[in-house]
């Protein structure tokens, strides 16, 4: 897909919502694709070729099943321990467990807040931050308001996202290395790409650190060309994380080629497995 | 499936949790079996033939897609008055456009708590029921932390239950008609029966008003034989709403056989639709 076709998608998306706050947001994500010919979407940047420690460092080695056990999540520690993974990923009631198992490993641990569905009232997602900072989480992936988003009340998507964000920064318990990043979850499966674009855009006034793809439990995950123009609308100042069916070496190479600077993975030490393998070969 | 088969389980999952609090859990839901020999749970207790406003009476008209617009829940809300459903099941972040849109209507709000997951903290389940009930909620429906009822902390599980039927029955605010409502949703296509067994005698120890069979987003929904099984747990001072899958009168018939009393439905309209042509014809 090509710029010109997301400037025509946003101009829609714009009449769509007339008189709202939609059409604000629509002009930013319009300034930042830029003019009409400019070079179409999709193109990676450039070829990357990384070495296992450079993708091992990309990934949150995530395990966000429902039914997952205490033994599940141990394990999950133990091979980001070894591998010496970005983070895991874990839900709520078992941030404790996974940051006393990481205490000593330059491993951070991430959580998710308002997941899957992202459709919880902003003070409660803003409430589920603020503990899972103190039980030890160094991160939080959020998921957007996807409902508000599709009615056209972008002020209150930037709001949510914001109450998430202020949550985070304001943050000042525990030796934390580093302020708590906070990764905003578009769930582009279930958005046209004006609505990624819009999206975008009110992560970046809310003061977000990351765009995320997916949660994996929609009916699909990160694509290159949603990393791609997810990247292109935020710019340099935000990182793009790709989740959802990045499986492979080749996956996370095509992701980063395309924008990602993170990579959510359930199979990370397959895709670990696969470069030795293949270095092995 | 017979309740000495369910014995069985039972026992086995004493086994493997021995020395944990698994212990006390299996034998109350033994004790609730009866003795061996007790005919085989399944069939239903009577034969069950409700009019239309019978079955709208037991109707929580669902809509809990991540995605779903203002438009699409005042639909549902305009679906709910026209039919008398019994209420209208919202994410968190619709409770006060379904509050307001029914404010005249003998429809409740319902609301979810934890969900789809219930991996939450349980003090943000508490939190999230305290404000769903300011923001106008009658009901609430939370998800039991699977992952914790997988790795044996049935008193984890019982807790985090009791943490939401406490702020729950302390609500006092608004102009309430009845006291609040919490049912418990196990996510039955993900336990044993077993496991179904404990949760049930965990929801009924926590001081639980219903259990509930399922969130819909899981790989299955209710099953005449949950249902039955869950009652037969329970016994008659709790509720049982069937949900997931449930989209026919013959549907809700059968589930009210096997002892339900509630039914959780995204297509209550076409459910009365049948009824009227049934009847029409």
Redesign the interface.
Known sequence: MQANQIRDALEQLRSAHAGTSTDAYVREALDRLGPPRRPGLGGPRDGVSLAPPEVARLIDHTQ?????????IQQLCTEARTYEFASVCV?????PLASSALETAPVAVCTVIG??????????KA??TK??LE?GADEVDM?L????L??G?MEAVEADIRAVVEAAHDDVAGPRAQPPIVKVIL?TA?LTDAEKAVACVAARRAGADFVKTSTG??SGGATAHDVALMRQIVGEALGVKAAGGVGSVDDVQRMVAHGATRIGASGGVSIMEGMTSETDY
Chains 1, 2 share one sequence.
């Open positions: 966000l099943a429902p039914d997952a056990t205490d033994a599940a839900h709520p009631c078992y941030v997941f899957p569905h992202g459709a919880n009232h902003p003070v409660t409430f589920e503990q899972a039980d998921v308001p996807i409902g508000r599709k009615s009340h769930e279930l439990f929609a």
